[in-house]
């Protein structure tokens, strides 16, 4: 073979190597290592401790057992609320000082109890001949009703306590009595259990006042001790066996139209709390207090038969009565307007509301 043949395909056999050098794809890189993954972060508990001032069988109780279930619920579980009945954490009728003092996280109150500390307190769970307990909820809500009570918690020294949303409730039976009731007059020499302004404003038609104790109603009226009383509403009486003492129960919301209780929290436990758990806190406690409005409202029309089948007169209040319990009971309250700036301002408040809601609504 020629020199020149053998270098031809040696230049050749370069030429193939160096093609197929260039077209085979370089050799993929080793796959970078993946990054550990972080470690879960545990979610954030918010838990507070509440307490009410009633026992675990109230409305009052169960409403916060029940509300304190929605929030967590709608929380994801991110807030757990421990309810608690009257006395469990603290002594019932003490939660205000011991939410004040971060003893609570919060409680669940009817500002009546807070009397001896806030002497203007009073109103704020009800007013005689006041607004109906629809127009205290909507005062709670649109009007003064949460602006007025932090004002009186800040001049009381309560200052580290702070109102969120209310709850609405029933009215109470007028009176229950073991005897008829046709006129004012019929009142005149009655002992009757009555608490607070009250005693002060049946007063003038001759009736001794006893303060009788919730558990001690049942025999005294057996015994003959009183002859009549206030306590609840038609379906929370019927489960102390009432309608097994009395001969007449008459209804009419004008003496006590509701009892509000207030969902009260602590200052700093309310400003450590995430936004979005202070509007579910917020929303879900407005809607548990038409909840329960609505419930034993129900509740007690469906016991009012009850109270008939077990041989009560169950009958509407006279009008002349009624009248004038609520005409001593605004002398009550402008005798006390006179004294109090604060109570007066609060007064008017009330009063301008419930008038108001009168004109466009009479009978809401």
Same mark, same amino acid.
């Given at each position: 073979?020629?020199?020149?043949?053998?270098?031809?395909?040696?230049?050749?056999?370069?030429?193939?190597?160096?093609?197929?050098?260039?077209? +085979? !794809? *370089? @050799? &993929? $890189? #080793? /796959? +970078? !290592? *993946? @990054? &550990? $993954? #972080? /470690? +879960?972060?545990?979610?954030?508990?918010?838990?507070?401790?509440?307490?009410?001032?009633?026992?675990?069988?109230?409305?009052?109780?169960?409403?916060?057992?029940?509300?304190?279930?929605?929030?967590?619920?709608?929380?994801?579980?991110?807030?757990?609320?421990?309810?608690?009945?009257?006395?469990?954490?603290?002594?019932?009728?003490?939660?205000?000082?011991?939410?004040?003092?971060?003893?609570?996280?919060?409680?669940?109150?009817?500002?009546?109890?807070?009397?001896?500390?806030?002497?203007?307190?009073?109103?704020?769970?009800?007013?005689?001949?006041?607004?109906?307990?629809?127009?205290?909820?909507?005062?709670?809500?649109?009007?003064?009703?949460?602006?007025?009570?932090?004002?009186?918690?800040?001049?009381?020294?309560?200052?580290?306590?702070?109102?969120?949303?209310?709850?609405?409730?029933?009215?109470?039976?007028?009176?229950?009595?073991?005897?008829?009731?046709?006129?004012?007059?019929?009142?005149?020499?009655?002992?009757?259990?009555?608490?607070?302004?009250?005693?002060?404003?049946?007063?003038?038609?001759?009736?001794?006042?006893?303060?009788?104790?919730?558990?001690?109603?049942?025999?005294?009226?057996?015994?003959?001790?009183?002859?009549?009383?206030?306590?609840?509403?038609?379906?929370?009486?019927?489960?102390?066996?009432?309608?097994?003492?009395?001969?007449?129960?008459?209804?009419?919301?004008?003496?006590?139209?509701?009892?509000?209780?207030?969902?009260?929290?602590?200052?700093?436990?309310?400003?450590?709390?995430?936004?979005?758990?202070?509007?579910?806190?917020?929303?879900?406690?407005?809607?548990?207090?038409?909840?329960?409005?609505?419930?034993?409202?129900?509740?007690?029309?469906?016991?009012?038969?009850?109270?008939?089948?077990?041989?009560?007169?169950?009958?509407?209040?006279?009008?002349?009565?009624?009248?004038?319990?609520?005409?001593?009971?605004?002398?009550?309250?402008?005798?006390?307007?006179?004294?109090?700036?604060?109570?007066?301002?609060?007064?008017?408040?009330?009063?301008?509301?419930?008038?108001?809601?009168?004109?466009?609504?009479?009978?809401?």
């Amino acid at each position: 073979m020629s020199k020149k043949l053998v270098f031809a395909l040696v230049m050749v056999m370069v030429l193939v190597s160096s093609m197929v050098a260039c077209a +085979a !794809p *370089a @050799p &993929a $890189p #080793a /796959p +970078a !290592p *993946a @990054p &550990a $993954p #972080a /470690p +879960a972060q545990p979610m954030e508990v918010v838990k507070w401790i509440y307490q009410d001032d009633n026992p675990s069988t109230t409305s009052t109780f169960l409403s916060l057992a029940r509300v304190s279930k929605a929030i967590e619920a709608a929380s994801g579980g991110r807030f757990i609320i421990q309810a608690n009945e009257g006395g469990a954490i603290v002594p019932a009728d003490t939660e205000l000082d011991a939410v004040q003092k971060g003893m609570l996280d919060g409680a669940s109150n009817g500002p009546i109890l807070w009397v001896g500390n806030l002497p203007s307190a009073p109103p704020f769970s009800t007013t005689v001949g006041g607004p109906t307990a629809l127009q205290y909820y909507m005062w709670y809500m649109y009007g003064e009703g949460l602006v007025l009570m932090k004002e009186m918690f800040d001049a009381g020294g309560f200052g580290n306590v702070k109102p969120i949303a209310a709850i609405c409730r029933e009215p109470e039976t007028f009176l229950y009595t073991s005897f008829e009731l046709n006129s004012p007059a019929d009142l005149d020499g009655k002992k009757m259990r009555l608490l607070g302004d009250e005693a002060e404003i049946f007063g003038p038609l001759g009736v001794a006042a006893v303060s009788t104790p919730s558990p001690e109603i049942y025999e005294a009226m057996q015994r003959g001790v009183i002859e009549g009383f206030q306590h609840s509403s038609l379906a929370m009486d019927l489960t102390l066996g009432f309608q097994e003492i009395v001969d007449y129960a008459y209804v009419s919301p004008a003496r006590q139209p509701t009892d509000v209780y207030i969902y009260i929290v602590n200052e700093q436990s309310w400003a450590d709390l995430p936004n979005d758990l202070k509007w579910i806190f917020t929303e879900l406690v407005w809607a548990e207090g038409i909840r329960h409005y609505a419930e034993w409202t129900y509740k007690n029309t469906t016991a009012t038969a009850e109270w008939i089948a077990a041989g009560v007169n169950v009958q509407p209040v006279p009008q002349s009565v009624e009248d004038v319990i609520v005409g001593n009971s605004n002398e009550f309250y402008a005798k006390r307007q006179a004294e109090n700036p604060f109570y007066d301002k609060l007064m008017k408040s009330l009063f301008n509301w419930r008038d108001a809601y009168a004109t466009t609504y009479p009978r809401l």
